[in-house]
């Protein structure tokens, strides 16, 4: 799980489960990519920060935090991750 102080201050972040609970693995048993290569069963989804993090001050819950992230190179992806889905992140150094 992600908090808010991690929030501010790490660049990277791991995926380690998805919506339903399962480990999250990108697109099935294995994905082709565009140079011939393949991604592994399982490999959790590893996200960038792509901003900075907003911090709602006006909430009546002090810890809520929006943290844009983005996915991949060509193949790529954007999302945020904010309090309520921080329980399906770690972050990384």
Wanted: net charge positive.
């Amino acid at each position: 799980m992600i908090t808010k102080e991690q929030a501010l201050t790490y660049n990277n972040f791991r995926q380690i489960a998805d919506n339903t609970g399962r480990v999250a693995c990108i697109n099935g048993a294995m994905q082709w990519l565009d140079d011939g290569q393949t991604v592994a069963l399982n490999t959790p989804i590893n996200w960038r920060r792509n901003g900075k993090t907003k911090i709602y001050k006006r909430a009546s819950n002090a810890y809520r935090f929006s943290v844009p992230v983005r996915s991949g190179l060509y193949a790529y992806a954007y999302d945020y991750i904010t309090d309520e889905n921080a329980h399906l992140f770690e972050a990384v150094l």
